[in-house]
């Protein structure tokens, strides 16, 4: 084994979360490469600069063209249906992954309820932040905020009881951005599943298996991967790798659109008395979003919810799924 040299000291801008995260997966072999999988989105928005970073790739006119304006034509075609299913009673609007909330305006400006509490909740509290300026420039009854605003998904089922009131005994969770793509399926959707009462509903809206996300990575230009790169490329950075010493790349694989970055040079990385070793060829995967097939989901959220209405936008790549407890 060639013998690997140490580039630099300990950096202070190496994150503890991530570094952690790293040593702990450890890597795996396909053929003679490693792979390091540290996709997991709680890594995503550790610092305001990454969530400002989302943010603008989210309002970058790819983004939109990709998944939002599908997502936004899912939303109001189906806006009859979600008000059926919730009635005209108060309702606490439940934003999960709640970003700047600016999805959840959308849905909160065409709700004829007239009592609206709304509840963002995401792991970045720059996100938390932003939603609750959203939201305080619209007509909502009230912005609610607690302990769990600031949270990740394990912890929904302490939410339940924080905004049962005899004001708003009802709620409508909001699962939109593509985020269901993020988590293992299952898991997810047992933490929501328990964090709702009898008669409450969820909106999820997510990416379904079809050509057009492996025509995205196809068609990745230098605007996209622009884009893409200044929002992920914080996690290797927070690993003590720089700029120039990775190079990003996209692939459709195992069902699932995989984002990494390729170690361009051997490095070792020392960190609170640990040490990880980068080979020249390694991949780092930072984030991935899968794409089931629409039987598929169809068939695990029945698992979950009682009922279930699965709606796929024109272009087939995009699903809303109105499900009740």
Sequence with gaps: MAKIKKFQEIKPEINDLIFRELIKRGYSLEGNTRVWDIADSKLWYLTPEQAQAYLDLEDSENFKKLASNAEFELLHQNMDEIQSEIGNCPINLVDLGCGDGKKAAYVFERLKNKKIRYCPIDISGYMVQKAKETFSKLDVDEIAEFRYNISDFENLENITPLL????????LFLLLGYTLGNFEINELLYEIKCAMKEGDVLVIVSGIASEKWQEWIDEVNDEKKVKMNSFLIKIPMQLGLSKDEVEFG???????????YIVKKDKLIEFQGKSAYFNKGDQIIVAVAYKHKKDKLLTILNMHFNRVTLKVSKDGS??????RK
């Design 318 to 323: 995009t699903a809303l799924a109105l499900c």
């Design 164 to 171: 049962s009131s005899d004001n708003f005994k009802k709620s």
């Design 250 to 260: 996209a692939r459709f694989k195992n069902s699932r659109v995989e984002y990494y």
